[in-house]
């Protein structure tokens, strides 16, 4: 028997026809409907393969780990924009302890799996091809650029990523590049890339009562995991305009509700 597990995903569920009238990017992040679980465990670095939010305090705070180090993988022709990996690290450094720095690293893979991916083949890439794990006062966070889509696609629904372990994560690339490709006036990868990766982080650092504790009362009752207030980051719903596609300043931040839960549990 597999031991399961949480995870969140983020979703883009509104048609593409009807954004282009409006101009607007809708996504919206909640639970997958095949249960509330991934397989997992072995026992081989087992410490970066827990539930969800069980990493937070160790993410945010530099009490168990001084630094942390990112890896970045990804197939062939799915590495994410430049301008998007260059903004993960002020990101992170504005929210985690971290004195001894943060480091980036890219590892080109290759999956044998066949797309569209479920969430037990994005389990399988990982194991297969992670290379950065804790490690000393190192904690380690891999981050998986899909070749494939997620399998939990329907209609206008598209899961655009998911956290599914305590240092893991999925960003969907492959759907980021349909979607492009749907819009005649195009998409500003880098936009919804640094969305849709800012709040999968927003998850695997405990939010919404996921591992950090709430210092008020503002999680969301009809989307659990997620912040009430309609701006933030961590709200279940996160509206870009993909037009204005200059404007970077566009992406969510988290909330001053999100960011005093973070700082209570270690974070910056
Ligand atoms: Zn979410
Ligand atoms: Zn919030």
Do not use: W
């Amino acid at each position: 028997m597999h031991k399961y597990m949480k995870r969140t995903s983020l979703r883009f569920e509104k048609a593409i026809a009807a954004l282009l009238l409006i101009g607007l990017i809708g996504v919206s992040c909640k639970k997958d409907d095949d249960g509330d679980n991934t397989p997992q465990q072995t026992t081989e670095n087992s410490a970066n393969k827990q539930p969800l939010g069980t990493s937070a305090n160790e993410l945010l705070s530099a009490d168990e780990f001084t630094s942390l180090r990112v890896e970045l993988a990804y197939p062939d022709g799915f590495r994410p924009t430049q301008e998007t990996i260059d903004l993960i690290d002020d990101f992170l450094e504005a929210r985690l302890d971290k004195p001894d720095g943060i480091t980036i690293v890219e590892n080109r893979i290759e999956p044998t799996q066949t797309p569209p991916y479920t969430i037990n083949e994005i389990v399988a890439i990982e194991d297969e091809n992670r290379t950065v794990f804790n490690n000393g006062d190192e904690i380690g966070v891999y981050i998986f650029f899909s070749d494939g889509n997620s399998s939990s696609n329907s209609g206008s629904s598209v899961v655009l990523g998911t956290a599914y372990r305590n240092t893991s994560m999925v960003i969907y690339e492959k759907t980021f590049m349909d979607l492009a490709d749907q819009s005649p006036t195009g998409i500003n990868r880098t936009l919804i890339e640094t969305s849709t990766l800012r709040h999968e982080f927003g998850h695997i650092f405990g939010l919404v009562n996921i591992g950090t504790p709430l210092t008020s009362d503002h999680e969301d009752p009809d989307n659990n995991r997620h912040c009430v207030v309609e701006d933030c980051l961590m709200y279940f719903q996160t509206v870009t305009n993909i037009f204005n596609s200059s404007s970077l300043s566009t992406i969510p931040d988290f909330d001053e509700l999100c960011i005093a839960d973070l700082q209570a549990n270690g974070g910056l």
